[in-house]
């Protein structure tokens, strides 16, 4: 074997080829086609919030207990992270170290459409998102990454002149005649 020029010793001394950790990717891509994330740099973007919601938490935890500060910051992250929907419960710290990138994908709107059984999938909910079927509250949303809070949750409807709307309307026999001169 020949002798390795600088720069190739200069590389080789960064990698390690006995406690190679074999890349993470196959779980990577099998929450992105959970949760129908179409580019790889939403899951990161994902990642680099929890990481930076997990360094707060972290922060939090090395103050003292009975520090006012400390105590007021928490029930501050512990009452948002609950209120986006990301925690279960605002009762417990305990539940910010277990926020991880589903907890935020579980929050986008064609996840939270799926859930209420307004689309059969995510994927369906998706195209609607996208070709502008579905509002919160009154504004039309065509971004499926859209995170929908426990309060918007209840505000997910149909647009006006969505062929869903119509079509739900007709199967529950509520549609209306005035409705059909759209």
């Known amino acids: 074997m020949r002798k390795l020029k600088h720069h190739e010793h200069k590389l080789l001394k960064k990698v390690d080829f006995i406690n190679w950790e074999i890349d993470n990717n196959a779980h990577i891509i099998k929450i992105m086609r959970k949760f129908n994330l179409k580019k790889r740099e939403e899951y990161v ?3 680099q919030l929890v990481a930076e919601v997990r360094l707060l938490a972290d922060k939090l935890k090395e103050l003292d207990v009975n520090e006012k ?10 009452e948002k992270l609950y209120l ?3 925690i279960p419960t605002n009762r417990n710290f305990a539940e910010v170290d277990k926020v991880c990138v589903s907890s935020f994908c579980r929050r986008r709107l064609p996840v939270v459409m799926q859930k209420l059984k307004m689309a059969q999938d995510v994927y369906i909910a998706t195209q609607m998102v996208e070709h502008g079927h579905v509002k919160v509250g009154t504004e039309l949303i065509t971004d499926p990454a859209f995170l929908v809070t426990r309060k918007s949750e209840d505000l997910i409807t149909w647009t006006e002149n ?3 709307r119509r079509h739900i309307a007709a199967y ?3 549609l209306d005649d005035f409705d059909l001169m759209d």
Request: net charge positive; no cysteine.
């Open 45 to 47: 973007a994902y990642k």
């Open 69 to 78: 500060f400390r105590n007021v910051n928490v029930i501050r992250l512990v």
């Open 84 to 86: 986006m929907g990301v």
């Open 162 to 164: 969505s062929k869903f």
């Open 172 to 174: 529950n026999e509520e």
